[in-house]
């Protein structure tokens, strides 16, 4: 038996068990977050926007996910808040599974539920969480650093979407990065990116103060381990790794010394690419973006009709990201 709802026929037995890890996507440490409710109620960012249709890949999320720690670990005061945070150096993926939770949120979540978790009154992750180190906590409030977490987030999930889904039209890229404005505001990120020329400054800004660290390889080392994923893509997860370091600019690869056996095999590449697209047509009724559509009264199907990769115009890298 096939899963019926799905744009992409799955065999029932393993439409269950990945509907049930999408369901444990939105919880956290005992925190459920339910996307469907309240009813009518919008989120912060419109459901008809490129957000919505790039965070709805569970794949291209975790790989974008991995690609964001590793540009904020290359930052050292960021990389020092977050490795000397004792729940993220034990528990990277659950801190990861987290924060992803608190994106997802952000992205799909009624707009109060999601205020309110972003003001750190809910049980959710507050926003001082992103960057905490320890005895400099005043960091949290650093402009550059919030920006710079900001950007990575933003970067990677567009660039892996992007990469390993469908190309984005640079007019798609500019509209993601501008729909997340409000969230980055509301987390205190008050100048972050809200354009490519913008990302390409950063970036610039950035440049001279990314280094390689142990740290960072560490870091790797625990993803190519992570048991949180489902158990028939737990083989893959060292091509997982791969793939969201290929994401990174080529001299961000060069600074944190990561090419060697950390690239991709043509034989890898197609695997990723298979599955990410693959992913993008998976209807999971217990995912965070099947709940948000059915709080707005949207058909379950809403986001998995549009983009087919055949059809999409590929866009160049902006020039500071090559």
Known sequence: ???????????????????????TLSQSKGMHFDFARPVGEPALIAANSVAWQIFKNPLTLHIGGIS????????PQVRDGLWQSPTFRTDAPERLKALALAKMIAVYGAKSAAERMIDGTDQGISRKSAVLP????????????????????????????????????????????????????LYGAKSAAASLDDLDLLFDVMRNRLVK????????????????????????????????????????????DLWSHWSLSSTERRIINTLARAADRLLLPSSAPVQACKRLGLPASYLYGKGNPEDANPCPTPQALR
């Open 134 to 185: 320890k005895g400099r906590a005043h960091l949290a409030d650093d402009p550059i650093l919030l920006d710079w977490v900001k950007a990575a987030s933003s970067f990677s999930a567009m660039e892996a979407y992007h990469r390993y889904v469908r190309p984005l039209s640079d007019a798609d890229r500019n509209a993601f990065l501008a729909e997340g404005q409000h969230v980055a505001q």
């Open 213 to 256: 660290s142990a740290v960072i390889h560490d870091f790797l080392d625990t993803m190519q381990h992570v048991r949180s994923l489902p158990a028939p893509l737990r083989p893959l997860r060292g091509i997982f790794v791969k793939a969201a370091i290929d994401v990174l600019p080529p001299w961000v690869r060069d600074r944190l």
């Open 68 to 75: 964001a720690v590793i540009l904020e670990l290359a930052e």
């Open 1 to 23: 038996m096939m899963l019926a709802l799905s744009p992409l026929p799955v065999p029932a037995l393993l439409s269950r068990r990945l509907d049930a890890y999408a369901q």
